[in-house]
């Protein structure tokens, strides 16, 4: 299990995508289509983890908890040196988050919401109650350094997941603070010109500034390929 030694903490993403590289129809209609076993592996990744982080519209489209999977996994956690559950990071530069979110209505670990300054003071006044706490950094894109720095520091996170959606890494690849990434490749084409990949937003324009990896690890396991990719 890999920490970093620095101000910031380790941070992994880890995505499902169709074999030509979709995280979900152009719709998004769909946005789940791995196996059990691909589940099994989110959740064995986020035992190792002090903390999961999920972008607002991934929350808001999904019945999406961070959770630790149930029995199995909480002992996973244990047996790993952590807590029941992992610290729950929501990012929204906005804070436009919906307060009757499904993650809200659940209260077995704290939740944080990562923004900036330009998130209205009406949205954060109707989330403040709902959350356990708040971090402000940048004027009008999250400076998710200092973000990461802060939730090191203040909330003692050593190792951070990251599970979508495609904005949040794409903000998370350009901050170039990706230490490795999980990828499941599944047998389906969804295709469509609109339909998201694992990392859009603003993206890199340069081939000398793309991000490098390496490839450290990769299975098959029935129809499925899990590949880890670690920062060069």
């Not at 630790?68 to 729950?88: H, M, P, S, V």
């Not at 923004?115 to 998710?144: C, H, M, V, W, Y």
């Not at 499941?184 to 969804?190: E, G, H, L, S, V």
Request: glycine letters at 8%; a positive charge; aromatic letters at 6%.
């Amino acid at each position: 299990m890999t920490a970093r030694k620095n101000n910031r903490p380790f941070v992994l993403i880890n995505m499902a995508m169709t074999a030509d590289g979709k995280i979900a129809t152009s719709n998004r209609a769909i946005t789940t289509f791995g196996s059990p076993l691909d589940s099994d592996h989110l959740y064995e990744l986020r035992a190792t983890t002090d903390a999961v982080m999920s972008g607002a519209r991934t929350i808001d489209t999904n019945p999406v908890l961070l959770g630790n999977g149930g029995e199995k996994f909480r002992k996973l956690r244990q047996k790993n040196g952590l807590g029941d559950y992992a610290l729950r990071i929501i990012v929204s530069g906005s804070a436009s988050i919906d307060p009757a979110a499904e993650i809200f209505k659940h209260r077995f670990a704290p939740i944080i919401l990562l923004t900036t300054e330009r998130a209205a003071k009406s949205r954060l006044k109707k989330l403040t109650p709902l959350i356990d706490d708040l971090g402000q950094f940048g004027e009008n894109e999250l400076d998710i350094v200092a973000a990461l720095r802060w939730l090191q520091e203040k909330w003692q996170v050593q190792r951070l997941l990251c599970e979508g959606g495609a904005d949040l890494n794409d903000l998370l690849f350009r901050a170039d603070v990706v230490d490795e990434i999980n990828l499941t490749i599944c047998p389906f084409i969804f295709g469509g010109r609109t339909a998201p990949t694992i990392s859009a937003g603003t993206g890199l324009m340069a081939l000398d500034k793309a991000r490098q990896f390496e490839l450290v690890s990769h299975k098959k396991i029935g129809s499925e390929l899990y590949a880890v990719f670690r920062r060069k």
